[in-house]
């Protein structure tokens, strides 16, 4: 059985305390997220991570340190679906991309502050996270992409 699998990027920002950024999904609150998203038709991986970061945490204004040399995978629940797409996926491979912002965006208590409020309404709130916490807010069926990511990108993560 072949599986059939959106492609998509994963960016994981990262700040000068080595600290990595989430936001909290508002479809499901409780539960955070790296910013990432599916490609568009013809879109390349590097397009797809600077229109993902803009809609998604407001800036396109970073450096790329590193790409994973593979993707991630991971299948959808059966729950899950995608209405928009019309070809139906089994789940989503990722690039992911180590980033560094070039403009400070944290407020005084240190929270992230998007740059702007022209974003998606997928996240409600952001936070700077040491990497193995990322584990703690994921969705259980990205938990191990997420740890493959990470490692590809030269993190050492534990469960």
């Known amino acids: 059985m072949t599986l059939n699998y959106r492609p998509g990027v994963v960016g994981v920002v990262i700040n000068k305390n080595k600290l990595v950024l989430v936001g909290e999904r508002s479809d499901a609150p409780g539960q955070w997220q790296f910013p990432q998203g599916g490609l568009k038709e013809g879109e390349s991986e590097t397009d797809g991570i600077k229109r993902e970061m803009r809609e998604e945490i407001g800036t396109d204004d970073f450096k790329i340190l590193k790409v994973s040399s593979d993707l991630t995978t991971y299948l959808f629940p059966n729950k899950l679906s995608y209405p928009e797409d019309k070809v139906p996926y089994d789940g989503q491979a990722h690039r992911w991309f180590l980033?560094?912002?070039?403009?400070?965006y944290t407020?005084?208590?240190?929270?992230?502050t998007p740059p702007t409020k022209d974003i998606d309404d997928e996240f409600i709130n952001f936070k700077w996270v040491v990497p193995d916490e990322v584990y703690q807010g994921i969705v259980s069926w990205k938990k191990e992409s997420y740890k493959k990511g990470l490692c590809l990108l030269g993190f050492n993560v534990k469960d």
């Open 99 to 104: 980033l560094e912002l070039n403009g400070d």
């Open 107 to 112: 407020d005084e208590s240190g929270n992230y």
